[in-house]
């Protein structure tokens, strides 16, 4: 009966140990896996932080090129905006 007891517990041990070693293993690929997934999230950040950058370099670029349009406007309209009264001038 001892001999019973003693193969049952062996039994139950060896599948005790078997299973905690598969639960590590376990542990070790969700720690690859959630650092995988952690290194993409980075890359992505990174290029959607380089696409913002770009397009923010873009929209600097059309304002100051608007800018300078503007600049020639205003200085077209100041000169036109020095209106002659032509009534007034008398020819000889």
Do not use: F, P, W
Request: glycine fraction near 2%; charged fraction near 50%.
């Amino acid at each position: 009966m001892a001999r019973k007891n003693n193969k049952s517990i062996k039994r139950k041990q060896r599948a005790y140990d078997l299973e905690k070693e598969r639960l590590e293993e376990q542990k070790i690929i969700d720690r690859k896996e959630r650092r995988e997934k952690r290194k993409i999230e980075q890359e992505k950040s990174k290029d959607d932080v380089v696409a913002l950058m770009q397009v923010d370099e873009v929209e600097v670029e059309g304002k100051e090129r608007g800018k300078k349009k503007n600049k020639r406007s205003t200085s077209s309209s100041n000169s036109s905006s020095e209106y002659v009264d032509m009534t007034t001038v008398k020819y000889d």
